[in-house]
């Protein structure tokens, strides 16, 4: 069987480095997942998701003229759908959950909360400007920039 874009395969996973992942597929080819496409979340160290000899399954995103064969497993994983009243696994509550990359207090509180864009960005900038006021209160009372030194003529 030949390999066509947008087909399914497994292989095995033969080499690591820092932007992804090669893996040895069918009739001998070997394609690459780069750390993007490795999983639906942010990859800091793909060393936490992969390793060497290990199977995996990848969608075969492009195949280029000169041969080389771009992979994705996160898009050849099962889409689910979470049902709308779903619960956390651990039953945190979401201010709890804040601390965790990619949680800001100007996304919404609520995961099945609705949340446009607008609101967001809104959002985000009243606590950046929040953020900036006590910055800026801060430097008052410890005496800011003025420390430079009196130049007086």
């Not at 030949?2 to 996973?13: F, P, R």
């Not at 001998?28 to 992969?50: C, Q, R, W």
């Not at 492009?62 to 994705?72: C, H, N, P, Q, V």
């Not at 979401?94 to 609705?114: D, I, L, M, V």
């Amino acid at each position: 069987m030949s390999l066509e874009v947008g087909m399914i395969v497994e292989g095995k996973v033969t080499g690591i480095t820092k932007f992804g992942a090669f893996v040895d597929l069918e009739e001998g080819k070997t394609g690459m997942v780069h750390i993007s496409e490795v999983a639906p979340t942010y990859v800091n160290d793909i060393k936490d998701f992969l390793s060497e000899g290990q199977t995996v399954k990848v969608k075969i995103l492009t195949i280029g003229e000169d041969g080389k064969i771009s992979l994705s497993i996160k898009k050849a994983m099962p889409q689910q759908r979470k049902p709308a009243n779903h619960q956390n696994r651990n039953n945190t509550s979401p201010k709890q959950t804040s601390s965790r990359p990619g949680n800001f207090e100007w996304q919404a509180s609520k995961k099945n909360e609705p949340s446009s864009f607008e609101d967001m960005l809104s959002k985000f900038k009243q606590a950046s400007d929040e953020k900036i006021s006590d910055l800026k209160r801060m430097e008052n009372k410890r005496g800011g920039y003025s420390r430079r030194g009196n130049s007086s003529k």
